[in-house]
């Protein structure tokens, strides 16, 4: 080996001290040949950059990167399935289910494919073909027990207020696996949609034994406190729940909504904001971030503008809301800017089943106001006396207040859905590569929808 490592210095040294100028000068051609283009990715390195992306948050990149890996490998389940939790975490529901769908098409036994497919459905109020879904997948051999399944059927038949049912799946988890926080949760929500808020308090207390960082947990206490007529107990357990995650959105949609009813709206909008950020598929917080952002067009018309945004977002969630398409008229109406979107929004507003008569003479009480400052080139809004009168802070198709909607906002982290992600979660094994985070912590019990 020394041997060979002087020869090799030698023979350099040789050759350093042997060339001249007019060597180096021999052949231009040579000297002046462009490098040769870089080595194309495999498909395997591109999976490897989309992933890397999603973990820095970088949708777009990672979107762009599964679409590459896809032209390459069509077949390839787990970059469609990737494609799916892009989508979903962009808020595009109907990409996502698109995706997962496909996914399924190549794997009918892909279980994270499966899994948020059902998630999907619920976002879309499909509780029948999410329950279809669940109970095809139990009839396979192995899976009468399946505990995902399990308590996913329970949420839907939950969501479908078919009580007997839903608690049927959960007691059948129990029975095998009696230490199952997920099933206590489900089981706690399951009491509290009926109106049995103590029994719902008393299950909780039992999941919260089996977990005590689980902030479904404290999420689900508080919005029985809120119940029970103890607001400062409910307040503290969303605060108890944001504290154990701060990536736990229910708890800030809940913290949102308390502080909008006292309508303190700034504090409201970055709660609503943080809740949004992390779950872009949830329209009663967008709704609920409009009405937050409304309530300060007042002061600052801009914010008008930008309630307005958020309320179109609902309606790309959930086509023909009849509050976010009100609410989209009266917000844009507070800035010339938005004039022409206001005057679209509030004419299809008066034909909502929720417009009432007085509503609707504000209404064309407005409108006539907008044609008459558009016509004199005036930025200022319409006068107060044909501003619709404040109302106490909504959410949801049913017009129920926001903290009244347990079960559309409820622990969404840490109990049915397998977190949607190509990476795992923080501190979680690392899956192989070019697969999806099958082993990831399951997501908690779904909001409604």
Known sequence: ???????????????????????????????????????????????????????????????????????????????????????????????????????????????????????????????????????????????????????????????????????????????????NPDAYKNLALIYFDQGNYRLAEFVSANAKKLDEKDPGVANNLGLIYLKLDDRRSALGQFQKSVQLSDKFAPGHVNLGAMALQYRDYQNAEKSFSKAISLDPTSYEAFLAYGYALDGQKGKDPKKGLAAGDAFEKVLELKTDHPEAICGAGWAYAADKAGWDKAVKYLEKCKGQTITTPQDTQLIDVKLKAIATMSKAGQQQAAPAAAEKPKEKPKAGAAGNNMLDKAMEDGAKEGANDPAPAPAPAEGEKKPEEAKPAEGAKPAAEPAKK
């Open 1 to 179: 080996m020394k041997t060979r490592i002087a020869f090799v210095a030698l023979s350099l040294a040789g050759a350093a001290c042997t060339t001249t100028k007019e060597e180096v000068k021999k052949d231009p051609v040579e000297t002046n040949k462009p490098p040769p283009p870089p080595k194309e990715k495999s498909a395997q390195e591109v999976f490897k950059d989309g992933v890397a992306a999603f973990d820095a948050g970088k949708l777009d990149e990672a979107k762009a990167a599964f679409e590459k890996v896809s032209a390459k490998e069509p077949k390839l389940v787990a970059v469609v399935y990737n494609l799916g939790v892009i989508a979903e975490r962009q808020g595009k529901v109907a990409d996502a289910q698109k995706y997962y769908e496909q996914a399924r098409t190549l794997d009918a036994n892909h279980r994270p494919s499966l899994l948020n497919l059902g998630k999907v459905y619920r976002l879309q109020d499909r509780f029948s073909d999410a329950i279809k879904l669940y109970e095809e997948a139990l009839k396979q051999p192995g899976s009468e027990f399946d505990v995902a399944l399990l308590n996913n059927l329970s949420v839907a038949y939950r969501l479908s207020k078919q009580y007997d049912k839903a608690e049927g799946a959960v007691r059948k988890v129990l029975s095998r696996t009696k230490d």
